[in-house]
């Protein structure tokens, strides 16, 4: 079995409802996005059902690694200092992997936090860390974005799937900068984590599955290279979608933007 394993994506990529799907294996215990260092002002990020392992005791803000490195602060004013990031890191994985016992332990880490700790693919090497990277059409992630914030959509819901009114997306290149910032961040990943060395699997968030249950052959991934004992019935999250299954049916003008893609997009 897998004992440390990394996921990371863009934003609105799908990591938490693959985090909170895989937290339903008896054998996997997944924390999302721990190295958030405003967790304390993301109270969503709080809420058990929604991002903590059932068994998991509170209180969550000791998971997150800028608390972790706060108290490691109070004890000894070097971890002040940049170059020991790296230490208190190695610290804080030792004691997070205690601290579950037995289980597979699973972090969400978004691209944008990768470089927070420097030498963070080392220190991740030095406890054997495997990642899973997952992709998402840059199209969705951007509309996924652009909806979440034109009607302050909260990051993720319990509730029964139900969607959210159509938007606008402009057209022009603005449009294709943006999807060609998100492709080249997807790609350079993907090359830093062959790189590492380390085990590597790339799942795609339209093999997830529908509404809230993995589907089996992704399921089947997953628990393979994990070194986990297959499970049924198929993991399920306690998520719900908030988005279409088509891009374009969250658009007014999706006529306008597929016919704009189509001829200066691949």
């Known amino acids: 079995m897998t004992k440390l394993v990394v996921l990371t994506a863009l934003q609105r990529s799908g990591t938490h409802f693959l985090a909170s799907a895989l937290n339903r294996h008896p054998a996997v215990c997944f924390f999302s996005e721990l190295l958030r260092y405003d967790y304390e002002e993301s109270p969503e990020l709080l809420q058990p059902e929604l991002y903590w392992k059932e068994g998991v005791e509170p209180p969550f803000e000791s998971f997150f690694f800028y608390h972790f490195l706060s108290k490691k602060v109070e004890e000894d004013p070097h971890y002040r200092q940049v170059q020991w990031l790296p230490r208190a890191f190695d610290e804080y994985l030792s004691d997070l992997i205690a601290r579950v016992d037995d289980s ?36 969705e992630i951007l509309v996924s974005q652009v909806q979440r914030a034109t009607h302050q959509q909260p990051p993720h819901s319990s509730e029964e799937r139900s969607f959210f009114p159509q938007i606008t997306l402009p057209v022009g290149p603005q449009l294709l900068d943006q999807l060609e910032n998100f492709k080249r961040q997807q790609e350079k990943i993907g090359s830093l984590l062959q790189q590492t060395g380390q085990d590597l699997l790339t799942l795609h968030y339209a093999d997830l599955g529908e509404n809230n249950v993995l589907t089996e052959g992704t399921q089947g991934k997953l ?12 993991l399920e999250s306690p998520l719900r ?20 893609l189509s001829k200066h997009w691949t």
């Open 104 to 139: 597979c332990v699973g972090i969400d880490i978004k691209y944008s936090q990768l470089g927070a700790v420097p030498s963070l693919f080392e220190v991740l090497g030095k406890h054997r860390a495997c990642f899973i990277h997952l992709l998402r059409d840059p199209v």
């Open 223 to 234: 628990l393979e290279f994990l070194g986990l004992e297959h499970v049924e019935p198929l």
């Open 241 to 260: 979608r908030t988005g279409h299954a088509d891009w374009r049916e969250s658009l007014v003008n999706a006529e306008e933007v597929s016919s704009y």
